[in-house]
């Protein structure tokens, strides 16, 4: 699995794991997760296989099979092109689920993608995560292989959450609903780790990433989303039959009236209710056009989930309130091939197409309305800016000030040739600015220094193969402190079991302790020499009987590795006090850390991101704080080891007491949690149910899980 030379052609793995994505009649605006993303995506692979330097592009998505979505979601490979595939891997439950609930997933998503990349004829070049939760995944497969990382966040959490608390919503209902402490942490995590953060507009940088620790400009590059050109483009002079306009005529009263148009899903941060109000407070927009509200696709609201419900049923009360009727459409249904048609139609009636969204990231739709001849009236928030600077197609509003959307569309539609000029603005400037392939292009051309230097250092190839007859078909690796020690008579049992399955079952020990603190051990309680040294929280591995450190595992960690910079951040703090020597190695960093006085962990991290500093932080026993590099864990080394020996995860049982153990038992290892005083550390994992808790403390709680899992049935 290794790269070519400079000029080899590109391999690029997108990750987009939320939403539905198919290559074909894409559920626009279906629920909150279907939004501009899933197109955007779906369209960029395309854009990029078409280039005369891309050889693959995979777009890795989520499997869902569930009765209550298409089919097409389930199919592992789906084809978009000569050169460009979508690939689902499972997450969790078959069914489709929200984003929010995909968090305590992605951990074993993880896994299931890493084992799939090895199953490949070639590695990627480039890894390219898109929003939040595929940057959580983007960021461990970042570390496991070396790959480079590039970042779309699409939306920003913390954004998010000022524009929520501006709402009136608390941190309680904002947590409890969109889950945003394990969002904002993953975006901190990809911001640190990325290599390039790809955005849509200036604006994004300077008024979304700006509230990040992780506030690094120079590696963002401002790269706008493309539009295509050939499915939108002006109307000719039959467009204003098309088939929806027999749709609208059951709503309006004179469609043949210019039409204010609004396409988004019904979402309470789309705005569209306030739009809708600025429509009802004014006479002089009644008489000059209709109002068209495309919201997604219903058969009865009733079955919406909670936020789609209170946004629909909002709307129709304004209509009812401001007696509306026959001037605002609100049409039930339309397929993703009429968008093009509604635009086109909208712009045959001399319209103007609105988006009054809280937050705007990009604003795809915009795009969509200019390249049909549609001038724009867009939030003064976010990608509009930007879009409505380069076109010079339209006017900026505050959406929380009705009187400001009413004011600018009756500017738009009360002079025609502001309209004009405002049309043929973005005709022009929609394919100057923001064609696929031009976005293809500048996409490449940030890439190609970014791999050809990762191509300059190797990928971590064991120095040692396995076995070359290969009898292991599973593995059991052992944390040693509060849990394989402490019960002799269960750890003689569980002695005389490995050495009964020695033949079949790859033993490991993985530990925080270095290597000669662990063969003392191993020879005072006669614990036969392991298969396996994990030792130094994962930042060293050793082969017995010779004692073999892998090199190539070495060479791997030691990648933005800066101990004297963190040191000299961390000894000045109070709480924090250096470990003896003999606890500290050339990757590892430890102190001794105090409650009552230390600042709190999310405090250290937040120092090292605003330092620009890539570690991997833990406390253990709630006393005993390490950093090593960010490439190095136990459950890095564990991965490590696993797919060098070619034993799948899932037959994998890994034992552990304390959080310096959790990334260990996340994903699709099989774990378990030893009764002691400091399993308490762990007790989030107690929902996932490939972490078993044992009754039974150290050896005896092992014991307990093989029977549990049927380890060796």
């Not at 990040?212 to 467009?239: A, E, R, W």
């Not at 009236?377 to 900026?396: F, H, K, Q, S, Y």
């Not at 004297?564 to 190695?585: A, F, N, W, Y």
């Amino acid at each position: 699995m290794t790269t070519g030379a400079k000029n080899h052609s590109l391999y690029i793995l997108m990750i987009s794991i939320h939403g539905l994505i198919r290559g074909e009649d894409l559920e626009l605006g279906r629920d909150a997760d279907t939004g501009g993303q899933t197109k955007y995506v779906v369209e960029l692979t395309r854009a990029l296989a078409r280039q005369a330097s891309v050889d693959q592009v995979d777009l890795v998505t989520r499997c869902v099979r569930d009765a209550g979505v298409s089919a097409d979601y389930g199919m592992p490979v789906e084809v978009l092109d000569r050169k460009a595939r979508i690939i689902r891997i499972t997450a969790g439950p078959d069914v489709y689920i929200p984003k929010e609930e995909l968090w305590c997933h992605l951990d074993a998503y993880t896994d299931e993608l890493f084992a799939w990349l090895h199953r490949q004829p070639r590695l990627p070049d480039v890894l390219h995560s898109h929003y939040a939760d595929a940057g959580y995944v983007g960021v461990r497969l970042s570390h496991l292989t070396g790959l480079p990382l590039i970042h779309t966040g699409h939306s920003l959490g913390r954004d998010k959450v000022r524009r929520l608390l501006a709402l009136g919503l608390s941190v309680e209902e904002i947590q409890q609903r969109y889950k945003m402490t394990e969002r904002i942490s993953a975006e901190e995590e990809v911001l640190n780790s990325a290599n390039l953060v790809i955005t849509s507009t200036h604006n994004e940088i300077e008024d979304q990433y700006e509230l990040y620790d992780c506030y690094t400009p120079d590696k963002m590059s401002v790269i706008p989303p493309g539009t295509d050109l050939n499915q939108f483009h002006p109307p000719s002079p039959g467009d204003g039959s098309v088939a929806f306009a027999s749709t609208l005529s059951k709503h309006l009263r004179k469609p043949e009236k210019p039409m204010i148009l609004a396409l988004s899903r019904p979402d309470q941060r789309k705005n569209i209710v306030s739009l809708l109000e600025a429509y009802g407070q004014s006479k002089r927009l009644q008489r000059l056009a209709n109002l068209v509200i495309v919201a997604g696709n219903r058969n009865d609201i009733r079955e919406l989930n909670e936020g789609a419900q209170a946004v629909l049923t909002e709307l129709l009360l304004v209509i009812d309130c401001h007696e509306l009727n026959g001037l605002v459409a609100l049409p039930k249904h339309h397929s993703s091939s009429d968008v093009a048609e509604i635009y086109r139609l909208a712009a045959f009636s001399k319209g103007v197409f609105v988006n009054p969204a809280l937050t705007e990231p990009f604003g795809l739709t915009l795009l969509e309305a200019a390249a049909s001849g549609l001038p724009l009236v867009a939030t003064e928030v976010g990608g509009p800016v930007d879009i409505i600077g380069n076109c010079r197609n339209g006017l900026l509003i505050d959406p929380l000030d009705e009187a400001s959307i009413a004011a600018a569309l009756l500017q738009i539609l009360e002079d025609r040739e502001l309209w004009s000029t405002f049309s043929a603005n973005g005709l022009k400037n929609v394919a100057r600015f923001y064609s696929w392939e031009a976005h293809a292009k500048r996409y490449l051309e940030s890439l190609r220094n970014l791999v050809f230097q990762s191509q300059m250092v190797s990928r971590p190839v064991p120095l040692s193969k396995a076995p070359a007859v290969q009898t292991r078909t599973c593995a059991l690796f052992s944390a040693i402190d509060n849990t394989l020690l402490g019960d002799p008579q269960a750890l003689a049992q569980f002695v005389k079991l490995m050495r009964e399955q020695h033949r079949r079952v790859l033993f490991g020990i993985a530990t925080g302790r270095r290597l000669n603190s662990v063969l003392k051990i191993l020879k005072v309680h006669s614990i036969p020499m392991p298969d396996v040294l994990i030792t130094s929280l994962g930042t060293e591995i050793y082969t017995p009987p010779q004692l073999t450190t892998d090199i190539s595992w070495t060479y791997h960690i030691d990648h933005l590795w800066t101990p004297q910079v963190i040191k000299r951040i961390m000894d000045p703090l109070p709480g924090l006090t250096l470990q003896p020597k003999e606890h500290q190695s050339r990757f590892k960093l430890s102190y001794f850390y105090d409650e009552q006085q230390a600042p709190s962990m999310e405090e250290l991290l937040t120092l090292l991101r605003q330092h620009e500093l890539s570690a991997h932080t833990s406390l253990s026993f709630g006393h005993f704080l390490d950093f090593v590099p960010a490439r190095a864990s136990k459950g890095q080394a564990l991965r490590y080891v696993a797919n060098k020996w070619k034993i799948p995860l899932e037959r994998v049982l890994v034992n552990g007491g304390s959080r310096g153990d959790e990334e260990m038992l996340r994903g699709r290892t099989l774990g378990v949690v030893v009764d002691s005083r400091h399993r308490e550390e762990l007790a989030q994992l107690s929902d996932s149910e490939r972490v078993f808790f044992s009754s039974g403390s150290h050896a005896s709680g092992i014991l307990e899980a093989i029977e549990h899992y049927g380890f060796f049935h």
